[in-house]
């Protein structure tokens, strides 16, 4: 199937559907992907669509630019007029999908950046992202129910080594740590797997008697 846009929400960001793989884009490069209100509405909204779509049957998030998403716009999210249950619309859109979602980490991915990852089936890492639990270094706590997610899936020790001291990892660590799966170079991690030409199943073999 050629790809096809489903949305491009406010431009902040892009599914196109391919082969029944949905490929959502944090499309905001210049401000390294920060998630801001506005990001968090569109992606969704785009969550929205894709599951309303049968034929989708897996889903991959990415980031544009060389980082998957640098954290939460502050500013934008902690507005006095600004309801905090905005900033969790995105991430419950992707925990909500009825489809196994994978995240494909292409750079950087620290506070809400990494923290939006946990929800998901699967992570694969770049060889050049990075991953930081920097709220420590705010004075805040992680959110987007991080501190029930982290622990089931790195254990009790690695989650708060990681939380308490803030400090940015390379991919390895992750991989080590079980927080992704498997590390790829960075021109692998979007490169369709090339599927294997089917074959007609062999023909039985007559006998034939003497």
Do not use: H
Not at 162 to 180: D, I, N
């Amino acid at each position: 199937m050629a790809d096809s846009p489903i949305a491009a929400a406010d431009g902040l960001v892009v599914v196109d559907v391919a082969d029944d793989i949905a490929w959502i884009t944090l499309n905001d490069p210049a401000r390294r992907n920060c998630v801001s209100a506005r990001l968090s509405v569109a992606l969704a909204e785009v969550c929205e669509e894709i599951a309303g779509n049968s034929k989708i049957r897996v889903t991959v998030l990415t980031g544009a630019g060389s980082t998957f998403s640098a954290g939460g716009d502050i500013d934008s999210l902690t507005g006095r007029d600004q309801p905090l249950e905005v900033l969790y619309r995105g991430f419950r859109g992707l925990a909500a999908l009825p489809v196994p979602v994978i995240a494909a980490v292409n750079g950087p991915a620290v506070g809400i950046g990494v923290t939006m990852q946990l929800a998901m089936d699967i992570r694969i890492a770049s060889e050049a992202a990075r991953f930081g639990f920097v709220f420590s270094q705010r004075g805040i706590v992680p959110e987007a129910a991080s501190s029930w997610f982290l622990p089931r899936l790195v254990g009790i020790s690695q989650a708060l080594e990681w939380c308490y001291t803030g400090r940015v990892f390379p991919a390895q660590e992750a991989l080590a740590g079980r927080l992704v799966s498997k590390v790829v170079p960075p021109d692998d991690l979007l490169r369709p797997r090339a599927r294997s030409p089917r074959r007609s199943p062999p023909r039985p073999r007559r006998c034939r008697w003497p």
